[in-house]
Nanobody
């Protein structure tokens, strides 16, 4: 499966963005999906994950209450709605697909998108 993340950009602190992750090649309904981010000089960080049926969701503490993950299997797309953005949210955001588990670990994901840059100015 190929993943294409989009929707990043420059936003002021307190603003919102919605990231999209579109899949091709296979149906996303077979996969749990995750969002991760990586800031310059830092390791890749888990943000959120959603099970294949959207019955289970999980968020990192840093984004809980501000970010919302969702999916539309009919459109083969996963979303990350980001509200109340902070400068520390600045990073490249990646979507990923796991055929095996519902996980917060990058090593459990089989396919990765190319990333989309989010920059939050203060």
């Amino acid at each position: 499966v190929q993943l294409q993340a989009s929707g990043g950009g420059l936003v002021q602190a307190g603003g919102s963005l919605r990231l999209s992750c579109a899949a091709s090649g296979r149906s996303l309904s077979e996969y749990s999906m995750g969002w991760f981010r990586q800031a310059p000089g830092k390791e890749r960080e888990f943000i959120s994950t959603i099970s294949w049926s959207a019955g289970s969701l999980y968020y990192a503490v840093a984004v809980k209450g501000r970010f919302t993950i969702s999916r539309d299997n009919a459109k083969n797309t996963v979303y990350l709605q980001m509200n109340s953005l902070k400068p520390e949210d600045t990073a490249i955001y990646y979507c990923a697909a796991s055929a095996r588990v519902f996980s917060t670990l990058p090593t459990e994901y089989d396919y990765w998108g190319q990333g989309t840059l989010v920059t939050v100015s203060s």
